[in-house]
Every structure is written in C-alpha cells, then in structure tokens.
T-cell receptor
Framework: DTEVTQTPKHLVMGMTNKKSLKCEQHMGHRAMYWYKQKAKKPPELMFVYSYEKLSINESVPSRFSPECPNSSLLNLHLHALQPEDSALYLC??????????????FGNGTRLTVT | GIQVEQSPPDLILQEGANSTLRCNFSDSVNNLQWFHQNPWGQLINLFYIPSGTKQNGRLSATTVATERYSLLYISSSQTTDSGVYFCAVVTDNYGQNFVFGPGTRLSVLP
C-alpha cells in the first residue's frame, strides 16, 4: 500500500476546464514532487517543493500551477490544457537531507485525459 | 546534464529464469534508486543504493559508483515481476533532482 495518496485516480477534462490534482503524505517528508509520465516513457520531473517552497520548476508551461498549502499536501492546478498534456501524473515525497537524500516514495498517480 | 542508460530495453523470460538489468550513468551521482512500475502504473521502490550491494528476497542490486553503473538481479522470476524497471539517479547536493533512465520492459511468461 502506498503512503502517498493521490486523487482522483482518473480525470477526463476538456480544454476549457479548470481542475486540480491532489496529493497527500503523512510520512513527515518535507520535499514533494510532481512528475509527468507519457506512455512508454520514464517519469519526467515537473516541480519540487522543499519546506513548502518551490525549489525546482523544470520550465513547465503556466497552464500547470503547483501549490503546497502545508507540509503534507501538494496540489497541481490545471487550466486550458492541451490534448498532448494527457498523461499519468505522479506525486512523490522524500526527506530533505543535504548531499544524501532519502528515497522517493510515489503515489499511484492520476491518469489524465484531455479531450 | 547527466545521461542515464538502461539495458536491455526489453526482456522476455520464462517463469523461473534469472536476469540482470543494467543502469549506466555518465557522471558522478549522489544517489541511485531502482523502481518497478507494474502494469497499473504504480511505481514501487525496490532499492535505494548509492553504492554497495543490497538484497531483498529474490532481488538484489549492486552499485559501483566509481565505474558509474548499477545492476539489478532478479532470480527465479515470477509473472508478477512483469513491468518496467527504472533506475533513477540524483546529481544535486540536496538530492531532489532525480533523473530517470528509459527503463527495461520485462515480460515473464508462465
């Protein structure tokens, strides 16, 4: 069983919709991540939050807007997406330790389809 | 940036067979992790192994950081081992920028 919970499991949205993906962890981790995974490809890093502050943004288009309301929660707000944004969106968390980090723990993902 | 390669890209095994998966990386890394992604998309931690050897049941992993590679061994494979195996490396000092290899797709036949 995963200790990182993502909702919803599946999401279908139109290009004019606004929706949000949610992620929650209770492992005391202070780093949280969003990854995007297209079919038959590895996960690609989108954003990293460290101590609730955005520490890495991998040049993600502004139609994806992350938010970290507290140390346990991570949201990804979606607006005006394109069909090519359809993918599996994975949330992960880890401890924050200089030089030697802790392993990534992934949630089960949200499978997003943009119509 | 760092390049991560995995081999073989695809592997088909008969149940009960053994296999070795390889991960090569182009630069020094602070950490390395192996994952199994099952057919439902769930990414499962297998090993967190910046160096040395670890074993967990039928699986074991060895990382030789000085030579920039890691190996994942699967013994007595089972159909539930099917899926994609990824290695991911960390290069930054705060350990947050994980870079994934392209994966090895494993199919274990009954």
């Amino acid at each position: 069983d995963t200790e990182v919970t993502q909702t919803p499991k599946h999401l279908v949205m139109g290009m004019t919709n606004k929706k949000s993906l949610k992620c929650e962890q209770h492992m005391g981790h202070r780093a949280m991540y969003w990854y995007k995974q297209k079919a038959k490809k590895p996960p690609e890093l989108m954003f990293v939050y460290s101590y609730e502050k955005l520490s890495i943004n991998e040049s993600v288009p502004s139609r994806f807007s992350p938010e970290c309301p507290n140390s346990s929660l991570l949201n990804l707000h979606l607006h005006a997406l394109q069909p090519e944004d359809s993918a599996l969106y994975l949330c992960a968390s880890s401890h924050v330790m200089r030089a030697r980090n802790s392993p990534l723990h992934f949630g089960n993902g949200t499978r997003l389809t943009v119509t | 940036g760092i390049q991560v390669e995995q081999s073989p890209p695809d592997l088909i095994l008969q149940e009960g067979a053994n296999s070795t998966l390889r991960c090569n990386f182009s630069d020094s890394v602070n950490n390395l992790q192996w994952f199994h992604q099952n057919p439902w998309g769930q990414l499962i931690n297998l090993f967190y192994i910046p160096s040395g050897t670890k074993q967990n049941g039928r699986l074991s992993a060895t990382t030789v950081a000085t030579e920039r590679y890691s190996l994942l061994y699967i013994s007595s494979s089972q159909t539930t081992d099917s899926g994609v195996y990824f290695c991911a490396v960390v290069t930054d000092n705060y350990g947050q920028n994980f870079v994934f290899g392209p994966g090895t797709r494993l199919s274990v036949l009954p």
